[in-house]
């Protein structure tokens, strides 16, 4: 590490408390208003209903928030009457600083059908504006009961996910190390001693290791692509096989390499019989390389350079026709800026028949990921689908259809954004009727939407049958925390989650993750930082606590760090005859070495199995509510609670990532309780019924002493945080997401965007987490 200042210690802290009363309202706290430099003031057509003489009267003093004294939070509590409003903030009396719907610059709709009084909060930092209701009219009363909704959540959604490349994890049966083809490894695919080529792992390994699989709590399994791959593709250097299971030419078969049909069905029956599940990951925007250009050139064509054109000539745009059953009839010959040839040999690579019609693809060229391209364009020579063609997905409708059939309990769907909208919004409906009609309730697909903005991600879960999609925001956000930048980014990520919620679907589906075989491991973005190891176990411990379904990339376990994305993220567990793999680090810091990896004492299996024996144990922590309490403004502690409507127990969560002990003040659910650890270096605590203090004593670890204060607190008596965060590091980075490369090694890995590593020492000593476990009681 350069620039290490001082011998900090690396305080990571989790601690869940249990306590028996009931829930109490959250008390909404004010604070003695302090001198700010700048003003918020309320404005929009509900300015003359609370004391303006004016609407939209950025300069009304009657409708000022007053700041908190948390920094950059302005609030105030306003009597809103019946009424349909629109509303933003202004700031410094003014309208050169506005804010309004999602921090731009739009109007934010009210309608409120009687009189209430409502809290205004603008977070200047995030230039958001929060509502909430500051009392209710009267008390609750068993008539409101009818009022109150059951949380939604969704069927097949409590899952835990174990990742797994099977080329990568276990070699069952070594007789199909080269897939039944005879030659060398441009003709088989198979040498396990370059990292680009098949390794020999395969589903019969899988079945195998099934107990060290469940062993870290696994409930779903999910395999890489497995249907059979072209095994060859490009040449010289650029050479590499099917491996990953991205370069599909058979969508009814199980790739040679990998078993048989009949191998899976074995396998899906051992794990049912443990109660696992087991996913595909599956493709539906392109296959392998088969179709070339006669032209020989491959950049990509537009449409306003060359629209397509029907077998008549007439031009057309297929996005005009994408979700009709229409669509004209084509020439191979005519209609595409490019003309696709297929070799002879090659005339029926791919199944089922209707793939070897060339004119079922988009022949423009190799994507630029930008504009059109994003969807019509081949990924590196990956023969891209017109999935605006209604042909196409009827084809793949079947196609997946009859996995479910084979057993198949859910579906990761690959690609998601380079195919059309409307070819999701009929796939997906089609594939999970059918899913439920033959009796599979619990059937769950979730899409791998490759962007980290939940505004972009919802609508596949809001306006689809997708049932979720791959939580890249929490990847983000998790990892950034978790390498020592602000609280804040947390923040942000939990305060996207309504952008999830409908009457069937919740944030508390989006199955989470850390790092993947695209992008690399959580230990390559965390290997440089001060302590590598604790900090990956607070990644992980921010997984697993938090809401979603936690999902565990193979070989993580073993505290495999790896170089970067793509290949140098994809290593075996048995042992390696690839020397960049073997002279490896892990996190630990021990070398990676050529030795089978199946310890499940290694320090990061352990983990995971006690974090999960957690989460089952106290299922609030899988599926209950998540309340945040404390954001630290920088590196520090941020807090929440989890609570599930049917136990109504509060479990309190507070994770550090600064290197030096903090105590903070924060509110709860529940006044008058004692909290006991669960998990995680901490001392008891309890909310009292009366004013907070916080005085530090010793032994000094990160949250002794403190005490929390009862909730509801009475307005005046909000404190800011007692002890001041360490200065703010480098400010969050954010991983560039490129689209993901199915062709290995041909795009950077985003490795190296978590540049940002906390100052600190690397001698952080080890955590010893107490399992301390006593039930407290209640005032
Ligand atoms: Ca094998
Ligand atoms: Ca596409
Ligand atoms: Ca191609």
Redesign the pocket.
Known sequence: MSNARTTRRLAVLTIAGLLASGLSALGVTAVPAVAADRTVALVGDLQSELGCSADWAPDCAATELAPTGAEGIYSAVFDVPAGTYEYKVALNGGWDEAYGLDGGGDNIPLTIDGPVSLRFTFDDDLKRIGVEVAEPSTGYSASDDALIAKPVRQAGSDEQFYFVMTDRFTNGDTSNDEGGLSGDRMVTGFDPSDKGFYQGGDLAGLRDRLDYIQGLGTSAIWLTPSFANKPVQGVGADASAGYHGYWVTDFTRIDPHLGTNAELENLIADAHDRGIKVYFDIIT??TADVIDYSEKQYSYIDQATRPYTDASGDAFDPSDLAGTSAFPALDPATSFPYTPVIAEADKDAKTPAWLNDPTLY?NRGNSTWTGESV???DFDGLD??M?EDPAVVDGFVKVYQDWVDLGIDGFRIDTVK??NFEFWKTWSTRVLDYAHDKGKKDFFMFGEVYDADPVKLAPYIRDTDMNSVLDFTFQSSAVSYASGNSAKGLQTLFAGDDRYTTPDSSASALPTFLGNHDMGRVGSFLQNTDAPLERVELANELMFLTRGQPVVYYGDEQGFAGSGGDKDARQTLFATQVDEYADQKLITGEQAGSVDRYATDAPIYRQIAALSQLRRENPALLDGAQIERYAASGAGVYAFSRVAAADKIEYLVAVNNATTAQTVELTTLTADASYAVLHGDAAPISTDAGAATSSPSPPCRPWCGRRMPRSPRPPSRRRSPSLSPPPEPASPASPPYRPRSPISGRRPASRGAWSAPTPGTRSAPPRTPPRVSTTTSAG
């Open positions: 925007n392109h988009h969807t019509y364009g891209d689908l999935t380079h195919v």
